[in-house]
């Protein structure tokens, strides 16, 4: 058969893979092993930074980020290295100041990220707008993505639109971020057909196997037009992780599009991530499809922390009650799509409001900033009454976010002078302080 299109693949065994099927526990030093490797399985990049790795990495493994993206650079020299962004919340939970985000931009290219993946929780591009403008002017490539989701007001015509403005504003690729694997083969065809009618930048399919669909629709949004689709090493594949770049590979190579991808190669990886499994077995969760999400439209990771959440609380059996419950509140609250910090809001507020058994007698204070406009613009207008109910006469901002907040580096570079010993310190500590200066102090004592 004559080959007629290659499909790239991204790989997020680093980062996204092992955020999803390990609780983001993974060392710089179990990586390092298989690095060389996967610098010459010819990915188009490695997805290995950002999300929650930057904050495990201070937390829990006592590491410094930063450090992680310059050794990895060391041995993978030749394949492009992409990170995972919120927008105006970077890697943290709320929105941070101007001056923030662009140092953090700055000094992530700086140390070796080629490719920067921007998404709002919101998909309100006023969030989106400064991280793509500052990646392009520091000389990375600005991928924007968009959450994808499913509600009355998130339909065909709604995403081709936020992708020609994305496009419009400058844009280099764009990402359809299906973060709880809803999009449907049938759908992904649709959608991918629609936007190729549109814009003119590669456009990267990103899914998890969550509810059992992705990989089926890899391949159809590929024969729709698709560039790039996401992908993980088997060993950690499948459940609430992306396909397996091994069957995706095996399956293209019957078509007529090829990866040019090395399967040999990528066993031999396999068996040290596998044999390393034993080492994190606390935090690791099996491969398993949970069907679901398809009802409750909820990522498997907010399924999983909602019940371990009830369990601590001695609600183990308002499970089902929960999982009822967030679906109507996301209606309330205009359809967010559930992703960080969303899904936490959303999942929170259902706790309590079934907790309580009279919803909304308790708000929690991400809710109340949310309705406020703190965190941007609702995909659909709230209720009046809900508005109400929540904030009370309390007025809703209407400007972006971001407007209202002072500049925080030069007041956080004094409070840690002591600290630090790199620029990339400071942000560290703005992200997160109390994680951050836990690690400090672990490290002038192991110095």
Request: with cysteine; charged share 25%; aromatic share 8%.
């Amino acid at each position: 058969m004559n080959v007629s299109r290659k499909v790239k693949i991204t790989d997020t065994t680093y980062r996204d893979a092992h955020q999803s099927r390990m609780a983001t526990r993974m060392s710089t030093a179990d990586m390092l092993p298989v690095a060389e490797d996967m610098n010459r399985m010819g990915f188009w990049a490695l997805e290995m930074w950002g999300g929650a790795t930057f904050d495990s990495a201070l937390r829990f493994i006592k590491e410094d980020p930063w450090e992680r993206i310059r050794t990895l650079r060391k041995h993978i020299p030749d394949t492009k290295f992409m990170m995972l962004l919120r927008g105006q919340n970077l890697l943290g939970y709320h929105h941070y100041p101007d001056d923030v985000v662009t140092a953090f931009i700055e000094a992530s290219v700086r140390n070796g990220i080629d490719i920067i993946r921007i998404f709002d929780a919101l998909n309100d591009i006023r969030n989106m707008q400064l991280s793509i403008e500052t990646t392009k002017e520091v000389g990375g490539h600005a991928q924007a993505a968009v959450s994808y989701t499913i509600s009355p007001v998130h339909d065909i015509p709604h995403y081709v639109e936020m992708a020609t403005e994305l496009e419009r504003i400058g844009a280099d690729s764009l990402c359809i971020k299906d973060m709880a694997g809803l999009l449907t083969p049938y759908r992904g065809y649709r959608l991918v057909k629609e936007l190729k009618k549109e814009i003119q930048i590669p456009i990267e399919i990103h899914s998890h196997m969550t509810s059992g669909m992705a990989a089926m629709t890899y391949l159809k949004c590929i024969e729709a037009g698709a560039d790039i689709i996401d992908c993980c090493l088997s060993s950690f594949a499948d459940g609430s992780s992306q396909p397996p770049a091994e069957s995706m590979v095996a399956v293209l190579e019957e078509s007529e599009y090829e990866t040019g991808l090395d399967l040999e190669m990528m066993e031999g990886a396999n068996k040290h991530f596998n044999a390393l499994k034993e080492n994190y077995e606390e935090f690791f969760t099996e491969a398993s499809t949970d069907a679901r999400v398809l009802i409750y439209q909820i990522p498997g990771g907010m399924i999983s922390n909602l019940r371990s959440q009830l369990a601590a609380q001695g609600m183990a059996e308002k499970a089902e009650e929960v999982l009822t419950e967030v679906p109507r509140v996301r209606e309330e609250m205009g359809y967010p799509p559930l992703v960080t910090p969303m899904s936490q809001i959303v999942g929170t507020q259902a706790v309590l409001n079934v907790a309580t058994g009279n919803r909304y007698s308790v708000k929690s204070k991400e809710i109340r900033d949310y309705v406020r406009g703190l965190y941007g613009r609702p995909p659909k207008p709230i209720s009046k009454e809900i508005k109400e109910l929540i904030i009370g006469d309390e007025e809703v901002l209407e400007t972006r976010p971001a407007d209202q907040l002072e500049p925080m580096m030069e007041k956080a570079e004094k409070e840690i002078a002591q600290y630090i010993r790199q620029p990339e310190d400071v942000l560290s500590y703005v992200l997160f302080p109390k994680p951050a200066l836990e690690f400090f102090e672990h490290r002038e004592q192991n110095s």
